[in-house]
């Protein structure tokens, strides 16, 4: 099978902090021929990047937390336990993103950077494109509020015994799919990194 698709028609609904296209479109099909005409709605927010920061001799992890709308659904969980994260600025590449995000969310200064992954977030919806990092900090003196006013970011920053951050996604405390995702590599990666 060639898998292709056709783009019948494409409208911008709105542009702002994030943008939200419509289009029509029509892809071929696994058992033959072409779809009928599919109008969907895609938001783009840009790439972004996230960091796993892990200080290996002292088995801790760097904890975020803070406010997300995404969640208002569940006033509850409102404010989620996330790891650092960011969106890739014009000119800037995936790395850059990651030392920056790393000081101005956590303040914390990266000793050694690793490429875990690329993934798409949620795409049958967004365009969002991540790259999942570890990186490798001292969690001495790590903790404390962070972010930049400018971006009205209130971020409470904390470091755990990567047990306990383990026993949180295991009981379900951590609902955000980034640090889901990077604390599972962990889980298996973990021992290669404290030898």
Same mark, same amino acid.
């Given at each position: 099978?060639?898998?292709?698709?056709?783009?019948?028609?494409?409208?911008?609904?709105?542009?702002?902090?994030?943008?939200?296209?419509?289009?029509?479109?029509?892809?071929?099909?696994?058992?033959?021929?072409?779809?009928?005409?599919?109008?969907?709605?895609?938001?783009?927010?840009?790439?972004?990047?996230?960091?796993?920061?892990?200080?290996?001799?002292?088995?801790?992890?760097?904890?975020?937390?803070?406010?997300?709308?995404?969640?208002?659904?569940?006033?509850?969980?409102?404010?989620?336990? /996330?790891?650092?994260?960011?969106?890739?600025?014009?000119?800037?590449?995936?790395?850059?993103?990651?030392?920056?995000?790393?000081?101005? /969310?956590?303040?914390?200064?990266?000793?050694?950077?690793?490429?875990?992954? /690329?993934?798409?977030?949620?795409?049958?919806?967004?365009?969002?494109?991540?790259?999942?990092?570890?990186?490798?900090?001292?969690?001495?003196?790590?903790?404390?509020?962070?972010?930049?006013?400018?971006?009205?970011?209130?971020?409470?920053?904390?470091?755990?015994?990567?047990?306990?951050?383990?026993?949180?996604?295991?009981?379900?405390?951590?609902?955000?799919?980034?640090?889901?995702?990077?604390?599972?590599?962990?889980?298996?990666?973990?021992?290669?990194?404290?030898?």
């Amino acid at each position: 099978m060639t898998k292709q698709f056709e783009i019948i028609e494409e409208a911008s609904c709105y542009k702002g902090f994030f943008s939200l296209k419509e289009i029509t479109l029509k892809h071929t099909l696994f058992k033959g021929g072409w779809s009928s005409p599919i109008k969907r709605e895609i938001f783009h927010r840009g790439n972004c990047v996230a960091v796993l920061l892990y200080d290996p001799s002292r088995d801790e992890v760097v904890i975020i937390e803070q406010f997300r709308v995404g969640a208002l659904q569940f006033p509850d969980n409102a404010w989620l336990l /996330e790891i650092v994260a960011g969106a890739i600025e014009e000119g800037e590449i995936a790395e850059e993103v990651a030392y920056r995000e790393s000081i101005e /969310e956590a303040g914390c200064k990266i000793q050694e950077l690793i490429k875990i992954n /690329e993934f798409f977030t949620s795409p049958g919806g967004t365009s969002e494109l991540l790259t999942l990092f570890y990186g490798k900090v001292d969690t001495t003196h790590v903790g404390g509020l962070h972010g930049l006013d400018h971006e009205d970011e209130d971020i409470s920053v904390t470091t755990m015994k990567f047990d306990e951050v383990y026993q949180l996604l295991l009981d379900g405390k951590i609902i955000s799919a980034i640090p889901i995702i990077a604390i599972q590599w962990l889980y298996i990666n973990r021992n290669k990194l404290r030898s």
